[in-house]
Structure formats: structure tokens, C-alpha cells
């Protein structure tokens, strides 16, 4: 009997197909995480483990203004009633709401160790203490006013909140980050003054102002950790108005004179999300590793405050050309990435835009004012009525007492005697005796006014949208009060003042910081026939000695450059590579092939190799006769893959890179028919095929040269000798681009080239 027949029967057994099983679960874990885990809901911009810990904390009584109570209770009131995960996730989660260094506006206000910008982690749970600060009490403004739904917690013997009433605009001001199934969310914190600003300009004068247009208000991301963002405000409006970029962010740095015209370089604030020590060792490491030569030491001089200490290798530095390079290679600049993809309603994973955001925001306040409203309106009815049952009581009190102590049934005695509601009797069977003596008829009828007025206020609120958002716009103008960028006496605000400083990046060349660290040399670039490059030192050089190539190779290309040159190399599948002249091997021995330092695709052959010049422009051709003027700065490639420029099909490949200088094109088939044309016929363009210069029945394009009209055409043959013909006398070849031409003159070289 076999393994499978001695299984005992299984009732519940069913056959499922495999692939819809697998595509239900995985659908049904996506969703969950998304919108139970890397996702914040768009209203109070907390994700579900947040929003619990603040929920704990509330219940705890851990207010601002009260004791606190270890981490370690916090987080197993959390997991005991909200959320059933691991006690390390839960304590880490609430770690970053009290790290003033990861959040702008923290919402845990934390005794003890809870790690630093270093990087180190926080201590223990059982060793630090935690309460909440004001601006989580204010996310929680409203809880027991019916402000907002709750739900069954994961065990259904308690409840929690769906979302927080959250006075509060958490979700930009803090910013949040995640990473879901198939999405991600990256939102920068921002300052609260600002958003203010922006609220009250979409409910007080334009609901409809673009992202654009809160832009004056919103200058842009606000970090905790200060630093200095150098994009542009076109780039920030664009990011604002998609919900999606990024922000260019770098360290603050200033000089410090020590004397003698010797000074240093002091970082005193660092880009967001970066590890201090981390950065340290990077700019340590590539010290070592010499690519920073201008650069002698880095120290770490912090304390309470970031004091990173660079000293340059000499006084003849320039610090901005050193810090331009530290930029480039190091965190000293970053990007922080925008991607607005929040919950909308809790619900539906949605991309938004800065004004959809703030809009979801104000929608949600206006949502729980009017819960508040409607809530504060029936406790007000509820004791309106039962001091009209207190009032009646005084004036019979003796009545009111007879009864009591003689009927037997005294609720339906008295409801039936004075009209009462059962509310009303039930309020004065309660009320204890101590309260006679109070029950006077002036205090009674004082508070039922004062109620009855309060009562018409939320009435009126409650039927005039107008009035709802007026009441918004006051709450929000408190808020931004109680964080106002600065205090009454002119200095910046502890928490509301901005950190991060909107500048602009160094004018600093970027061609000077590369040159900076190269020696200037003139060397000579041999490249030959295989593809083998060497760049020995010198003008005075051999480039036809036979040592310098392998066996069955020789000279193709020689240039005369300096190492601070760059170089462009075009192949025939129109794709131009750069080369930096200081990376190329020395003359010693045959050189490397080509093909090691860029990715030159099987089967295409160079071209043409050139030194750059910025500004400079060229021609470049196809074989089949199409080409265009395209500048070198255009062609400069910054990885391995090169640049493509010339769109070449199959059949077809690059032929010329050609200098422009002229205003004339002179053009020459493989047919030998020459033509010449003005140049302003061909159009600039940075890639693509181009447009037809000459027609051709067989064959392809040959040669092609400009000149100036005032000095004619020019040309050498085999022989060294130079003929030169006036525009006059070449009347019988000039036509339009893209015409057939004719036999070329009297003693033009026989190889179809302007240089025989």
C-alpha cells in the first residue's frame, strides 16, 4: 500500500486552479500593504502603526503636560490592543516620531536615548520614557467629540480610530516615506507657517490656485536638519504640480579664517536622511584613495551641533571649487525624491498634486468641524432639556418631594404630574440632595441661555458653508500663531522657524573643478588601425614607429592634446563616445584596445577622433548622403554607452564629422558630381537622421567641406599642390541641398577627397 492510501480522507479537500489561488493571495497581500502599512491616508498623513501609538499614548494620558511613562508600556498597550506585529517594529516606529533629526515636527517627546544623526539606535525600550508633544495632541483635537469613525481593532474587543481628526497638516509638514507592492511614497516634510499660508490662499482667495501659485507661500521642502536647496523654482513648481521629482539638497558650509591666509572649511549642516559618521568615512576613504588632491584632512568636530571640519591641502585652494568637487563625489549633496502617493479617503492609492493634497486636508477639517458641531448640538439639546426639567422642579419643589417620598411609582407620578420627559424625571430622581440648596432659578435660566445661544451659533454655523470655512481659516491662523516663523522679538522660533535655506548652486565651472585636479600635459593620442589607443607624453613624438604596434597594425588617428582635453570619438553606427585625455594609457608598450574603455557595439568601426572644443560645431553625414549641424557640447556623453547622434538604419552607416567653418557646404558623391549650397539650408539639430544633402542614383557620399563664399573652394590633391576656385567660377555647381550636382573641375583629386 502506497504513502498516498494510507492518508486518512479528508472531507474539506478541493481542487484549485494553482494560478488564480496564487493571484488572489498576492492581490489580497498588496492591498494590505498598501493600505495597512507603507501608504499614509492623505488626511492625517499617518500610516496605521503611527496613528496607533498616538492612539496609545491618548489613552494612557500621556499629555504633554503630564508624566512619562517607559516606551516599553507604550509599545505593549500597542501590540495587546492594536497591532499584533513585532514589539522591535512597533518601538522603532515610535523612536522616529521623537527623533527631531528624521521629523520636523516631532509627535513623541522622549526621555533617554533615542539615537542620534550618527546613526547609532536608540536604547533599549525598558530604558527610555515617552509622552506625547503639543502637536500630537493636536492631531488627536475632537476624539471625544465624534470627530471621526472608529473600527474594530484586529480582535474585536476594543476600538480604534480610522484616522485622526488631526488639526494638524501631518502630511506635508512631516512628510512620510514607504515602499508598498508595485508603488512607493517619498514626501518631504515642509514648514508649517508656509502651509498655512497656502491653506488659507485656497479657502480665503483662489480654492482653485494652481501648484504654481502656492508656490509664493510654499518655497519648497523644509528639513530638520537645515541644509541649503539649490533647485530651481520652475523645477519645484513642476514637482508640486505632478506629485512627482526631486529636490537638489546640500550641506551648509562656510570659511573660517585662522590666520595668515590659511583657513578652513566648516560644515554645519548636513543633507536629510544622511548618517554623519557614514559621511565622514566616505570623504575619509576617498582621501585615501586620492581623488581629492586639493583636499588634506576632514575632521569631526560635533557636539550638540554639526561641526564637520575640512582643511584644504593649501591657502592657494579655492573653497569652492574643493566643495564643488565634494558635492559631486560625496552626500554632501543629494537629491530627496517626491512621489505624493497617498491614500485618498484611506482608501484609493492616488498620486496627488500639492493643491490636491492641502485641498484633502482642509476637506477633512471641514469634515470634523461639522461632527463636532453636530455632536456639540446634541449634548446642548440633551441639557437644555433636562434644565428645563430642573426649573420646573424648583418652582414645585415641595410637590416634587411629596411625590418622591409618597407615590409609589414617583418617574410616572412626576412625568404625568408636570409634563415631564423621562429624560427630564430621570435627571431629577438623580439629582442628589446636597444639590437643593443650589437649585436656584436665576442660575438655571442664566446657563439655559447661555446654552440656547451657543445652540443658535452651531446652527448658523452648520447651515452656511461660508461660515464653516471662516471658522477653519481662524483655526488654521491659530495654528500657524502657536508656530510663527519668528518670536515677538525678532529671532527665529525654536520649532516653526525654516531650516532649510533656498539658495542657488556655485556658478563655479564644472570644466574648472575637473581641471583642477589634473595635471596639464601635452601628449599625442595614437590610435590605430585595431583600435589600440596610447597617449605618450609630448608633441615630439613618432607616431609611425613600427615598436609602437602590434604585428599587422598601424597608425590611424594622431592628435596632438593636452591631458585636460577630452576627446570625441564618432563610429559608424553614429554614436559618439567621450574620452578624457588624462585616462588614456601612457606611451609605454602598444596602448589598450578602445573597446575596454567604452561600449562600442559589435560589429561598428570608429570614424573619426577629435579633440573637444565647447562651442565648436560640425557636420555630420551619413553614407547615404543625410546630415545635420550638431554642436560638440551636444556630443559629450557622460557614461561608457556613448551618445547616439546620428540615426543610422541598418544599411546604412556614419561616414563624416566635418568642422564647420563657412557659410557654404561643399559636397562630393562616391558618383564624383559635385555641389555646393548655401549653409543656412541645413537645420541644428542634437540627434536624428537629418535631411538629404545630395542625391545619389548609386553609391553614397564621399567628402564634405565648408568655406566661406568671400575665399572660395579649396582643395589639395595627391601631390601636395593647392587650387582654389572663386564663387564666381563656380556657378555650374552651386544649386539647392539635396540636388545631384556635376562633374567636379579640371584637377580635382581623383579619390574624391578635398585633401588627395
Known amino acids: 500500500m502506497s504513502d498516498v492510501d494510507s492518508l486518512p480522507p479528508a472531507d474539506d479537500q478541493r481542487v484549485v486552479d494553482l494560478k488564480q489561488a496564487l493571484e488572489e493571495r498576492y492581490l489580497s497581500y498588496a492591498l494590505s500593504t498598501i493600505t495597512q502599512r507603507a501608504l499614509p491616508d492623505a488626511r492625517d498623513g499617518l500610516k496605521p502603526v503611527h496613528r496607533r501609538i498616538i492612539h496609545a499614548m491618548r489613552l494612557l494620558r500621556l499629555d504633554p503636560g503630564q508624566g512619562y511613562k517607559k516606551s516599553a508600556r507604550i509599545v505593549g498597550d500597542v501590540i495587546g490592543k492594536f497591532h499584533p506585529h513585532g514589539d522591535q517594529s512597533i518601538y522603532d516606529a515610535l523612536v522616529r516620531l521623537a527623533q527631531d533629526f528624521a521629523l520636523r515636527y516631532p509627535l513623541v517627546d522622549g526621555q533617554g536615548n533615542f539615537g542620534n544623526i550618527d546613526g547609532d539606535g536608540a536604547a533599549a525600550m525598558r530604558y527610555t520614557e515617552s509622552r506625547m508633544t503639543d502637536v500630537a495632541t493636536r492631531l488627536l483635537e475632537g476624539m471625544n467629540e465624534n470627530a471621526i469613525d472608529f473600527k474594530p481593532t484586529y480582535d474585536g474587543e476594543d476600538e480604534e480610530p480610522v484616522v485622526l481628526p488631526s488639526n494638524f497638516p501631518n502630511l506635508l509638514a512631516n512628510g512620510s ?197 453636530e455632536h456639540r448640538l446634541e449634548q446642548i439639546a440633551h441639557r437644555l432639556e433636562v434644565l428645563a426639567g430642573y426649573i420646573i422642579a424648583y418652582l414645585n419643589l415641595d410637590e416634587v418631594i411629596r411625590i418622591i417620598r409618597e407615590e409609589d411609582d414617583a418617574k410616572a407620578s412626576l412625568m404625568a404630574t408636570f409634563e415631564l420627559t423621562d429624560v427630564q424625571a430621570e435627571a431629577i430622581l438623580n439629582m442628589r440632595l446636597r444639590s437643593l440648596r443650589k437649585l436656584e432659578e436665576i442660575e438655571l435660566r442664566k446657563e439655559h441661555a447661555t446654552l440656547t445661544e451657543e445652540q443658535g451659533k452651531l446652527q448658523t454655523l452648520l447651515a452656511s458653508d461660508k461660515r464653516q470655512w471662516s471658522s477653519i481659516s481662524k483655526e488654521i491662523d491659530a495654528l500657524k500663531k502657536a508656530y510663527p516663523l519668528t518670536n515677538p522679538d525678532g529671532t527665529p522660533h525654536a520649532l516653526g522657524a525654516r531650516r532649510t535655506v533656498l539658495g542657488t548652486a556655485s556658478t563655479v565651472d564644472l570644466a574648472e573643478v575637473t581641471e583642477a585636479f589634473i595635471e596639464r600635459e601635452p601628449i599625442t593620442v595614437i590610435l590605430s588601425e585595431k583600435g589600440w589607443i596610447r597617449a605618450p607624453r609630448g608633441h615630439a613624438v613618432d607616431v609611425n614607429d613600427d615598436k609602437g604596434y602590434k604585428a599587422g597594425d598601424r597608425l590611424r588617428f594622431s592628435i596632438k592634446c593636452e591631458t585636460t582635453d577630452k576627446l570625441l570619438m564618432l563610429t559608424t553606427g553614429g554614436r559618439v563616445y567621450t574620452l578624457a585625455g588624462d585616462k588614456l594609457p601612457g606611451g609605454r608598450g602598444q596602448g589598450e584596445p578602445v573597446r575596454l574603455m567604452v561600449d562600442i557595439e559589435e560589429g561598428q568601426d ?19 548622403g543625410y546630415g545635420f549641424i550638431v554642436g560638440e557640447d551636444e556630443m559629450i556623453a557622460n557614461t561608457r554607452k556613448g551618445k547616439q547622434i546620428l540615426n543610422v538604419p541598418a544599411t546604412e552607416e556614419a561616414r563624416l564629422l566635418v568642422p564647420l567653418a563657412g557659410d557654404r557646404v561643399a559636397v562630393i558623391g562616391q558618383n564624383r558630381k559635385l555641389l555646393v549650397f548655401p549653409l543656412t539650408q541645413l537645420a541644428e539639430m542634437s540627434r536624428g537622421k537629418g535631411v538629404r544633402l545630395q542625391r545619389y542614383k548609386d553609391g553614397g557620399i564621399s567628402d564634405l567641406k565648408t568655406f566661406y563664399a568671400a575665399d572660395g573652394l579649396t582643395w589639395t590633391d595627391s601631390s601636395g599642390r593647392t587650387f582654389t576656385k572663386p564663387m564666381e567660377e563656380l556657378t555650374a555647381w552651386i544649386s539647392d541641398r539635396a540636388t545631384a550636382g556635376r562633374q567636379p573641375p579640371n584637377g580635382f583629386p581623383r579619390n574624391n577627397k578635398f585633401v588627395g
Open 177 to 373: 516615506t514607504g515602499i508598498a507592492v508595485g508603488m512607493a511614497t517619498s514626501i518631504p516634510p515642509h514648514n508649517l507657517s508656509e502651509l498655512c499660508d497656502a491653506a488659507l490662499h485656497l479657502i480665503n482667495v483662489n480654492p482653485n490656485a494652481s501648484a504654481e501659485d502656492l508656490t509664493q507661500f510654499v518655497k519648497g521642502p523644509d528639513f530638520p536638519t537645515g541644509g541649503i536647496m539649490v533647485e530651481s523654482p520652475s523645477s519645484i513648481a513642476h514637482s508640486y504640480a505632478t506629485g512627482r521629482g526631486s529636490f537638489r539638497l546640500r550641506a551648509k558650509w562656510e570659511v573660517e579664517e585662522t590666520g595668515r591666509g590659511v583657513y578652513l572649511i566648516v560644515v554645519t549642516e548636513i543633507p536629510y536622511g544622511i548618517q554623519k559618521s557614514r559621511l565622514v568615512e566616505k570623504i575619509a576613504e576617498l582621501l585615501l584613495a586620492k581623488k581629492l588632491p586639493l583636499l588634506k584632512d576632514v575632521r569631526d568636530e560635533s557636539s550638540d551641533d554639526i561641526r564637520l571640519v575640512l582643511e584644504p591641502r593649501a591657502r592657494t585652494v579655492d573653497a569652492n571649487i574643493l566643495m564643488e568637487q565634494l558635492f559631486k563625489l560625496s552626500d554632501l549633496e543629494t537629491r530627496f525624491p517626491l512621489n505624493l502617493n497617498v491614500l485618498d479617503r484611506g482608501a484609493v492609492p492616488k498620486v496627488m498634486s500639492l493643491p490636491q493634497a492641502l485641498k484633502a486636508w482642509l476637506e477633512h477639517r471641514k469634515e470634523v468641524l461639522v461632527r463636532r458641531s
Open 606 to 624: 570608429i570614424v573619426d577622433i577629435f579633440v573637444y572644443r565647447p562651442g565648436q560645431k560640425r557636420i555630420i553625414a551619413s553614407s547615404a
